[in-house]
């Protein structure tokens, strides 16, 4: 294996899932409650990783190049027994974080994989590729997929960076109050920080976000996310409460209100899920057509389909994913800085699934 040091549990359950679809390629769809729909719409014909293709016949995986020249085969026992070892080593290291080896799986992945991790370069938002056979048209079609795990650490949706802050500018202020505020460095300086500005009655106003490429990109989703967004961040830390979900019943007036901003913020975690990336311009287009390979605590895998059942995923994805608080030493929230006069602050949007 290339890598000495191992892999995390994310990138074991990506092997994972890469093994298990070759033995049991059936495509199980759930909907956002776990709940099975359907599994005859697909099964996998292919998936393919890089340079190669691993092609699924009833009783063997055939390792294909890209001129269709074979490699080698393996039966399906074979792949089977070591998705198994694979799995009991995932759920018997304890630790969420960090590498570890498997010395069991080294072989098959040496062979198998030439030593690579099971993640094709093909589509960079995507895990997993595959050609697909889809029984509603009776066609092969190629596929991409996100894997998310729940075996390790809860994955990561937008990642904090400079390009994912939010600029806010404070009046009702002055040098006292900006000083004040900086100075606290309790614990729970952000919450601490966002009560003492409210409690000095500071106005709060939403600019812009630091990066023109997500705020372009906001914009092209929707022309009031950006502000949707700013607004329900800063309530995130004034209510104490980092649910989506949550933070929707509290922005909404009443149903009406509650439909609205669930569209727009499910318009934006398919976004950010299946195609866009905050510090680069977007077009528009999800790299990722398929949808979720999720897999479970236990090791079961379901599909979360976005051919045939995008408002399932739109569902999941509002009910299982949350803001986070990024580093504070690097990102600085709610410190208050003047510029030309005025006052100042920056919060980060990171978000996750919870």
């Not at 994913?321 to 100042?344: C, L, N, T």
């Amino acid at each position: 294996m290339k890598n000495n040091n191992g892999l995390n549990k994310g990138e074991w359950s990506e092997l994972y899932a890469f093994l298990h679809l070759l033995k049991e390629p059936n495509l199980i769809i759930i909907d956002e409650n776990l709940n099975i729909i359907d599994n005859k719409i697909f099964k996998i014909v292919d998936i393919l990783l890089s340079d190669k293709k691993y092609h699924i016949d009833s009783k063997e995986i055939q390792k294909i190049t890209s001129d269709d020249n074979l490699i080698k085969k393996y039966s399906t026992e074979y792949i089977s027994e070591n998705a198994k070892t694979l799995l009991n080593k995932i759920l018997n290291h304890t630790k969420s974080k960090g590498s570890f080896k498997i010395d069991e799986v080294t072989p098959l992945i040496d062979d198998l994989l030439d030593g690579k991790k099971p993640k094709g370069h093909s589509f960079e938002k995507g895990d997993l590729a595959a050609n697909v056979f889809d029984s509603k048209i009776s066609a092969v079609k190629n596929i991409s997929y996100n894997i998310k795990s729940n075996l390790g650490s809860k994955a990561t949706l937008l990642n904090a960076s400079s390009n994912t802050n939010f600029i806010y500018r404070i009046d009702n202020i002055d040098d006292e109050i900006m000083e004040e505020n900086n100075s606290i460095v309790t614990k729970t300086k952000l919450l601490d920080r966002s009560k003492f500005l409210n409690k000095s009655e500071a106005k709060i106003n939403f600019v812009n976000t630091e990066s023109n490429a997500f705020g372009y990109n906001l914009s092209l989703i929707d022309s009031n996310l950006h502000k949707i967004l700013a607004d329900m961040l800063l309530l995130s830390y004034k209510e104490n409460e980092k649910d989506i979900k949550k933070l929707l019943d509290i922005v909404s007036k009443n149903k009406d209100d509650n439909l609205f901003y669930k569209k727009k913020m499910s318009d934006f975690a398919n976004a950010v899920t299946f195609g866009m990336r905050a510090g680069k311009k977007w077009n528009g287009i999800n790299e990722v057509n398929g949808g979720i390979i999720l897999v479970t605590e236990k090791g079961e895998i379901y599909l979360l389909d976005l051919i045939y059942f995008k408002e399932i995923v739109d569902k999941y994805l509002i009910d299982n994913i949350k803001f986070d608080s990024p580093s504070f030493s690097r990102y600085k929230m709610f410190e208050i800085y003047k510029q030309d006069g005025q006052y100042f602050f920056k919060l980060n949007l990171q978000v996750r699934f919870k």
